[in-house]
């Protein structure tokens, strides 16, 4: 036996006098625990390169379990909770939307855990600007699960978290009830279905705000139009009075009303097609 070898075991049992060194349990220390520029310091920029990768897995996969166990969370809560006909049932369908809760909670506190690593490393501050933190409301049932035609839901949006990455959490089957085959806009192939009537709100407030667009520029022309109407109505007034019956009073008001129509008309049309970014008449 190496007489070396032997020293280094003793020195083990010296650290470790109740147990076997097991590598696993061991906290390594990596360059995001050391303190500000001990990583330039020590050479460390590589090692804290593969960290920063790490960590970008590690953030993608914690969102990944947050959306699937809010999902889940919400389709047992809708399935099984509001199902349940006896104490019996209902104690156990709690059990199991309380046990999702759990798993959403330990997957956010991995992403707070990834999210202040990646910051304290500093690398791809682009890639940070997309992280936000995750609050207690993020973690509230989905509404489109559990009420899908409740009131109040025209300005609801999705938290932040169920917009961003293409993790595998859409090849779960509880989750593969939207899909999408002829519509123009890319999708994946299967959307969880917690995504359904959230998009489906999105295009009808896209569709409405479209068509209200176009109404605007149409009341935009209109207001011109009618501005210009009022500008010929004065002048029509002016040319069915004759020169010897029109007092100069009258002569003065309605000129004055023509210059003022057609200023308005004018300002109207100069305003609007600032807004608009080109003129408003083609």
Request: hydrophobic share 35%.
């Amino acid at each position: 036996m190496d007489p070396e070898a032997g020293e280094a075991s003793d020195d083990l049992l010296d650290l470790y006098p109740d147990e076997w060194f097991t590598p696993e349990k061991e906290r390594i220390t990596l360059p995001s625990a050391l303190s500000p520029g001990e990583i330039n310091r020590l050479s460390l920029k590589p090692i804290a390169m593969i960290e920063s990768e790490l960590r970008k897995g590690q953030v993608t996969d914690a969102l990944g379990g947050l959306r699937l166990a809010l999902g889940e969370r919400s389709l047992r809560f809708r399935t099984e909770v509001r199902n349940a006909n006896s104490q019996r049932t209902t104690h156990r369908a709690w059990d199991n939307v309380h046990k999702l809760d759990v798993d959403a909670r330990k997957c956010r506190s991995t992403y707070r855990q990834a999210r202040s690593a990646l910051q304290h490393l500093g690398t791809d501050p682009e890639y940070l600007a997309t992280l936000h933190d995750i609050t207690d409301d993020d973690l509230k049932l989905a509404g489109d699960l559990t009420d899908e035609r409740r009131f109040g839901q025209r300005s609801d949006t999705l938290p932040w978290f169920w917009r961003t990455g293409h993790s595998a959490d859409s090849s779960v089957p509880h989750m593969q009830e939207c899909t999408y085959s002829n519509c123009p806009i890319v999708f994946s192939t299967h959307l969880p279905s917690v995504y359904r009537v959230s998009w489906l709100r999105a295009k009808a407030r896209f569709c409405r705000w479209s068509e209200e667009l176009a109404l605007v520029e149409y009341e935009m022309k209109w207001t011109v139009n009618w501005f210009h109407w009022q500008e010929k109505k004065w002048r029509q007034r002016l040319r069915d009075v004759d020169d010897e019956e029109r007092p100069a009073g009258l002569d003065s008001y309605g000129h004055k009303q023509v210059a003022l129509w057609n200023a308005l008309a004018d300002r109207a049309q100069d305003m609007f097609s600032a807004h608009l970014g080109r003129p408003l008449f083609w």
